[in-house]
């Protein structure tokens, strides 16, 4: 059975950081292009950041541009969404999400494993 789960999430000033984690079982995700999306409360769920299978292709949403970090780890089937300067704009539930092919998406329908999501509070 695929699973993705999330966790690091919680409650952070303006300003602060968090490191959000996807921790992918169930088969070998190596090959899978992954990404986060977010989901802020009464707005549909949005892109945020994609890694490729290869890990040499990065993409992020203009709004975190700068201030987030995707990464992976292969042998330990994770990827990591470092979220650094964080503001209330950033509160939402962070999910992530692999895709049996190597290329990423930004498009939440390409993705065919979903995690249940965590929750980021950014107060201000």
């Known amino acids: 059975q695929v699973q993705l789960v999330e966790s690091g999430g919680g409650l952070v000033q303006a300003g602060g950081s968090l490191r959000l984690s996807c921790t992918a079982s169930g088969r070998t995700f190596s090959n899978y292009a992954m990404g986060w999306f977010r989901q802020a409360p009464g707005k549909e769920r949005e892109f945020v950041a994609q890694i490729s299978g290869s890990g040499g292709t990065l993409r992020y949403a203009d709004s975190v541009k700068g201030r987030f970090t995707v990464s992976r780890d292969k042998p330990k089937n994770m990827m990591y969404l470092q979220m650094d300067s964080l503001n209330p704009g950033d509160t939402a539930v962070y999910y992530c999400?692999?895709?049996?092919?190597?290329?990423?998406?930004?498009?939440?329908?390409?993705?065919?494993?979903w995690g249940q999501g965590t929750r980021v509070t950014v107060s201000s």
């Open positions: 999400a692999a895709r049996d092919n190597g290329v990423a998406s930004t498009y939440a329908t390409s993705y065919n494993y």
